[in-house]
């Protein structure tokens, strides 16, 4: 079993920036390879991708509305995947999550992911 956990979540201000991680740790993970994605879900909202890589880094994908202010980077060495958010927005505002999918290709799909982290929240203020 692959457990994750996000961290990184808080309160900025519009423009401002973030950084979140996701800490993946279990029997399985040195294993195996991963896709990564995180997602995020606002209040009565679903939840919309945001950014994923595949599970060799060679391919990354970017939701239309963080493409080239957010930026998805994985380092294998740590086991951790982190998201960069920079510009950012009021509508940004969510409970961000952290997903692996077993030999994925970057899926934009949130059904296609067989691991959840418990989600970190962002607020941005205007």
């Known amino acids: 079993q692959l457990q994750l956990v996000e961290s990184g979540g808080g309160l900025v201000q519009t423009v401002g920036s973030l950084r979140l991680s996701c800490a993946a740790s279990?029997?399985?993970?040195?294993?195996?390879?991963?896709?990564m994605g995180w997602f995020r879900q606002a209040p009565g909202k679903e939840r919309e991708f945001v950014a994923s890589l595949s599970w060799n880094g060679g391919n990354k994908y970017y939701a239309d509305s963080v493409e080239g202010r957010f930026t998805i980077a994985r380092d294998n060495t740590k086991n951790t995947v982190y998201l960069q958010m920079n510009s950012m927005k009021p509508e940004d505002t969510a409970v961000y999550y952290c997903?692996?999918?077993?030999?994925?290709?970057?899926?934009?799909?949130?059904?296609?992911?067989?691991?959840w982290g418990q989600g970190t929240q962002v607020t941005v203020s205007s």
């Open positions: 997903a692996a999918h077993t030999y994925g290709s970057g899926s934009k799909n949130y059904r296609d992911y067989d691991y």
């Open positions: 279990g029997r399985i993970v040195s294993r195996y390879a991963y896709s």
